[in-house]
């Protein structure tokens, strides 16, 4: 299997609820093509360096992942269709870093 770190950025007019809903679909989607969450991290609400589609801000999710290549296609153009999702972003690594990650660490400081 193969690892990853994802950010995944949400529409900022979605309600907690739709989010978490997303959430859990993204996971589910994961789970189902027999990938795995290691861990997560909500970042919250942050400006964005420019526009996407209209929006000044977005909630931004971390993930850590492990999926295996074929899958992670089906994944990745699942999030692309998605219109809750105004951007995705995966990186794959070889060992996932040690957490908290520095965006929750800054925050504490």
Avoid: C
């Avoid at 950010?7 to 979605?14: Q, T």
Wanted: hydrophobic fraction near 35%; glycine fraction near 2%; avoid cysteine.
């Amino acid at each position: 299997m193969n690892k990853f770190e994802a950010v995944l950025l949400f529409n900022p007019d979605l309600s907690n609820s739709i989010i978490i809903k997303e959430e859990e679909n993204f996971i589910n989607n994961i789970e189902n093509s027999n990938g795995k969450i290691i861990f997560t991290e909500d970042w919250g609400l942050k400006d964005l360096s420019f526009k996407i589609h209209k929006y000044k801000k977005a909630f931004y999710k971390f993930y850590q992942i492990e999926i295996n290549g074929s899958n992670f296609q089906n994944l990745k153009k699942i999030l692309t269709q998605n219109e809750k999702i105004l951007r995705h972003l995966f990186v794959k690594v070889e060992e996932h870093q040690q957490l908290p990650t520095k965006m929750i660490k800054n925050e504490e400081n």
